[in-house]
């Protein structure tokens, strides 16, 4: 069965050190995305790509880097990891969606990272 | 900018309960979509919404999508303990393409 995976599922690092968060997918899905998850928050769009060598920056962009060498991969580097960054980090992938429909997104298990 | 806010925040309900949760969007949406998130669990696509006014429904679960496009609601009628999680309702970000802006999410409880 087609899935999306994450790793590491949890991290602690320190202030100042490049993280990198792991995430796959064998869904064959053009779009990939990564959120991170705070209180209150809800869920807010870090970066995203549409296809290989595609990536943009979303809401929260600031402190991170995505990078798109094939398909099913898009790893989230946290370039000099800060105490705001400790949040729980979720990749999703669609499908392309047509018209005014969008195809749902799939979400993996998340990454709880912690910076101390 | 463009936001999406729902309505409560935590809701603790009684099982057998109804329970309603409603989403605002700043902004008119092509469709809308939801999502429930289990507690330490990843969001779990529940349907979309695409036309104005449409209503769909799932079991015990009604989804309605304003008139304007602009606001959307999740019904849950008789709640179980199996419904316990938080939901979120999501729309197309400004500027088109397939990423999503999420609500602030409604977290249910359900006591026995």
């Known amino acids: 069965d087609a899935e999306i995976t994450q790793s590491p599922r949890h991290k602690i690092t320190e202030t100042g050190r490049q993280v990198t968060l792991a995430c796959h997918q064998t869904?064959?899905?053009?779009?990939m995305f990564w959120y991170r998850q705070d209180l209150g928050h809800g869920l807010r769009l870090i970066h995203y790509?549409?296809?290989?060598?595609?990536?943009n920056k979303g809401e929260v962009s600031d402190g991170y880097s995505v990078s798109r060498s094939n398909t099913e991969d898009l790893p989230l580097t946290l370039e000099s990891a800060a105490s705001s960054q400790t949040s729980v980090y979720f990749c999703?992938?669609?499908?392309?969606?047509?018209?005014?429909?969008?195809?749902?997104?799939?979400f993996g298990p998340g990454t709880r990272l912690t910076v101390t | 900018g463009q936001q999406v806010m729902q309505i409560p925040q935590y809701q603790h309900v009684q099982e057998g309960e109804d329970f309603t949760t409603y989403c605002n969007s700043s902004?008119?949406?092509?469709?809308i979509q939801w999502y429930k998130q289990r507690p330490g669990g990843h969001p779990v696509f529940l349907i979309q919404?695409?036309?104005?006014?449409e209503v769909k429904k799932q079991k015990r679960l009604t989804f309605q999508f304003g008139e304007a496009k602009k606001n959307s609601s999740l019904h849950i009628t008789a709640t179980q303990t199996t419904d316990v999680g938080t939901y979120f309702c999501?729309?197309?970000?400004?500027?088109?393409?397939?990423?999503?802006?999420f609500g602030t999410g409604t977290q249910l409880k359900v006591e026995l």
């Open positions: 869904w064959n899905h053009n779009n």
């Open positions: 790509s549409y296809g290989v060598q595609d990536t």
């Open positions: 919404l695409v036309k104005s006014g």
């Open positions: 999703a992938s669609s499908a392309t969606g047509q018209g005014l429909a969008l195809y749902e997104q799939y």
């Open positions: 999501a729309g197309p970000l400004t500027g088109g393409g397939n990423k999503l802006t």
């Open positions: 902004t008119t949406l092509s469709n």
